[in-house]
């Protein structure tokens, strides 16, 4: 078992309460009250609240007699400073609980201010597996992008933006504790948010499918994800039909309930610098070094990756599991194409001359130890220059 | 949605931390000191001191400096006067943290104590639907039979012994927060205990996932876990082989998790008097009705019952579903005669006398509200004399 996380041979599993409905945010004062709150610290985003969804929010928390204290200033790849800012004003004014509406830049700035609310210090401390030692303030997350997977993971992903790199917090502290999944929160979000997000539940599905701390609690989460995937995302993509929306919901709920126990892989490792150097979107950086990895992971996972073929809409029957398994690259890419997200690292501007560089960030990545097998650092430039 | 439990539409999924693997007791001390405990009330029954689990756990509370103190007065169908006896105990003593090891007798007699230590009154205030209004203990269950899932489960079962019935509590409020399953601990179980509490974590699977209350997040948790029965245990009960017991445990793990957020149904309303009125063994009472009530199921989640078909070893290529799901109780019977379980209820005692007594209180129960469809007083009766 590579994971340093790990006492010893234990297997875990962790994951919020979870409500889930079309108009289960409506609910959310009341679990607010009953986790102890009185002022309620609100982490959201400025295009949250153009939706209507903080407003609606807030009925529900006046309802409950809550206080309550906004704090929006956050940006996809949210910053270190934001999270600075948002504990000085969650202690300034006093708050007790901490809410957060929006999709994974809210959520982890949320728990970047969870975490120094009561363990104090600096973010950087607290990077990497269990480091926060004492429990954060009662946590609500409401997301509103299928993707993340925040808000029922013990992930942490804040930009250091001085050294412009990804801190990676892994800790069962910042478990959330109640998760609000409302399917109707998705319909305000963007054509390409919802492809480029999909496209993140896909790589979480798929990385916990295959990881070496995969187990029979995480599997068949991370492989009913990838068929909703499959069923789900190019519609809800292009039509925001009320069932794909809410089987795209679902289908992140249990990739997140599974890369948040069994972890992820070398895509998540790559992925890293990129957003770290170029402040490019997760989803589509995920997307993009998807199909490269999954051809070098093959061989390593062969009948799982036969399986995920199935539940990728490939007809296996008859076919050698090695067959099969060669058949998920090709499936991967072909979405890629449908959804209209890129396939090529030089569209998103990104320079050759960089790979090299990001190769030894990558290699460093907590993800890659998770991952069914190591890369050199020299594999790792590779898998880059493959989809460059 | 029939369950007056259920506030709305809304679907939840909540269940403790797991913490799984073959030597995991070794960590229950280090829990119980990370829920804030100082003084353990430890219940547990005299089989399971006598088989060395006790002191073992004790030797875990004394390496974290706690103390402790040790309840065994409890037999299977726990009675109502040993969870009042047990909460003086813990008052008594100024306990803080609750643990049970054992089976579901253990469990659910230390849910109780849980239940009356901060709520007070009496067990019968806490029957039906989230009556149980303020937090228990904090509570740590190491399940000793794969079987009861009560250590996953927001349900306690314990005898009213005045009345001669059960006391059916089912609360968010009770839900255990860290399970630790040890499947080591399987292995000093005896060989009809094994076939018994499997047939009860097979009767959860089964009811889970054809439950008006099934939803994605409990279905792939349900059908795993009768895929795993399947597998293991025959095995599990013939040889006490070690795969066949880790199988068997997260057998009993993923049922517990599938049923204690999508709930039972009839098969259970069924047992409960006859587990009330003849302290009969729960598992063995589940095992007999589970093949009645499954015929008269069948025909309102055809195509669930075909896919459960599958998951019990029938070819069912080339099948119509209704076929299919037809196989189902043949499957189920011939697995009871394989580990040697009665098939009948005469064979237990009953008498024939009490079956519309049994069918009155039956209608009554709980469980009943997610059976995939309702049953008369009359057809409940039918239902017994089948299998009489």
């Given at each position: 078992m590579?994971?340093?996380c790990?006492?010893?041979?234990?297997?875990?599993?962790?994951?919020?309460?979870?409500?889930?409905?079309?108009?289960?945010?409506?609910?959310i004062?009341?679990?607010a009250?009953?986790?102890?709150?009185?002022?309620?610290?609100?982490?959201?985003?400025?295009?949250?609240?153009?939706?209507?969804?903080?407003?609606?929010?807030?009925?529900?928390?006046?309802?409950?007699?809550?206080?309550?204290?906004?704090?929006d200033?956050?940006?996809?790849?949210?910053?270190?400073?934001?999270?600075?800012?948002?504990v000085?004003?969650?202690?300034?004014?006093?708050?007790?609980?901490?809410i957060?509406?929006?999709g994974?830049?809210?959520?982890?700035?949320a728990?970047?201010?969870?975490?120094?609310?009561?363990?104090?210090?600096?973010?950087?401390?607290?990077?990497?597996?269990?480091?926060?030692?004492?429990?954060?303030p009662?946590l609500?997350?409401?997301?509103?992008?299928?993707?993340?997977?925040?808000?029922?993971?013990?992930?942490?992903?804040?930009?250091?933006?001085?050294?412009k790199?990804?801190?990676?917090?892994l800790?069962r502290?910042?478990?959330?504790?109640?998760?609000?999944?409302?399917?109707t929160?998705l319909?305000?979000?963007p054509?390409?948010?919802?492809?480029a997000?999909?496209?993140?539940?896909?790589?979480?599905?798929?990385?916990?499918?295959?990881?070496?701390?995969?187990?029979?609690?995480?599997?068949?989460h991370?492989?009913?994800?990838?068929?909703?995937?499959?069923?789900?995302?190019?519609?809800?993509?292009?039509?925001?039909?009320a069932?794909?929306?809410?089987?795209?919901?679902v289908?992140?709920?249990?990739?997140?309930?599974?890369f948040?126990?069994?972890?992820?892989?070398?895509?998540?490792?790559l992925?890293?610098?990129?957003?770290?150097?170029?402040?490019?979107?997760?989803?589509?950086?995920?997307?993009?070094?998807?199909?490269?990895v999954?051809?070098?992971?093959?061989?390593?996972?062969?009948?799982?990756?036969a399986?995920?073929?199935?539940?990728?809409?490939?007809?296996?029957?008859?076919?050698?599991?090695?067959?099969?398994?060669?058949?998920?690259?090709?499936?991967?890419e072909a979405?890629?194409?449908?959804l209209?997200?890129p396939?090529?690292l030089?569209?998103?501007?990104?320079?050759?001359?960089?790979?090299?560089?990001?190769?030894?960030m990558?290699q460093?990545?907590?993800?890659?130890?998770t991952?069914?097998?190591?890369?050199?650092?020299?594999?790792?430039e590779?898998?880059y220059?493959?989809?460059w």
């Open positions: 590579p994971m340093q790990m006492d010893d041979d234990l297997l875990k599993f962790d994951i919020p309460e979870i409500i889930y409905g079309p108009e289960a945010l409506s609910g004062g009341h679990c009250a009953r986790l102890g709150g009185e002022k309620i610290f609100l982490v959201t985003d400025p295009g949250i609240i153009a939706a209507g969804w903080v407003d609606r929010t807030i009925r529900n928390l006046k309802r409950e007699q809550l206080d309550y204290v906004v704090y200033n956050v940006v996809s790849n949210p910053r270190d400073f934001q999270v600075n800012q948002g000085q004003l969650y202690h300034q004014k006093g708050c007790d609980v901490i957060a509406v929006g994974g830049s809210p959520i982890d700035t728990k970047g201010i969870a975490v120094l609310a009561t363990n104090y210090g600096k973010l950087e401390e607290f990077v990497g597996c269990n480091r926060v030692m004492h429990p954060i009662p609500i997350c409401a997301p509103t992008t299928a993707g993340t997977g925040a808000d029922v993971s013990q992930f942490a992903v804040v930009l250091d933006s001085r050294r790199m990804k801190l990676c917090i800790s502290a910042i478990m959330p504790d109640i998760s609000i999944i409302d399917p929160l319909e305000t979000k054509e390409e948010l919802i492809a997000t999909g496209m993140d539940t896909l790589t979480h599905a798929i990385e916990a499918y295959v990881s070496s701390l995969s187990w029979p609690m995480t599997d068949p991370a492989i009913h994800a990838i068929e909703l995937v499959h069923q789900h995302l190019v519609r809800a993509t292009k039509t925001k039909d069932a794909a929306l809410e089987g795209m919901a289908a992140c709920l249990e990739a997140g309930m599974a948040s126990n069994a972890i992820l892989g070398a895509v998540h490792a992925a890293h610098p990129l957003g770290g150097l170029y402040d490019l979107h997760h989803g589509i950086v995920n997307s993009v070094m998807l199909p490269s999954v051809r070098r992971n093959l061989s390593h996972e062969t009948d799982k990756f399986r995920m073929a199935r539940a990728l809409g490939v007809e296996t029957r008859g076919m050698h599991p090695t067959e099969a398994a060669q058949q998920v690259p090709a499936q991967i979405l890629i194409d449908q209209g997200l396939r090529h030089s569209q998103l501007g990104v320079s050759a001359d960089d790979l090299p560089t990001m190769a030894a990558a460093e990545d907590i993800c890659m130890l991952n069914p097998c190591t890369y050199s650092i020299g594999d790792i590779a898998m220059r493959d989809v």
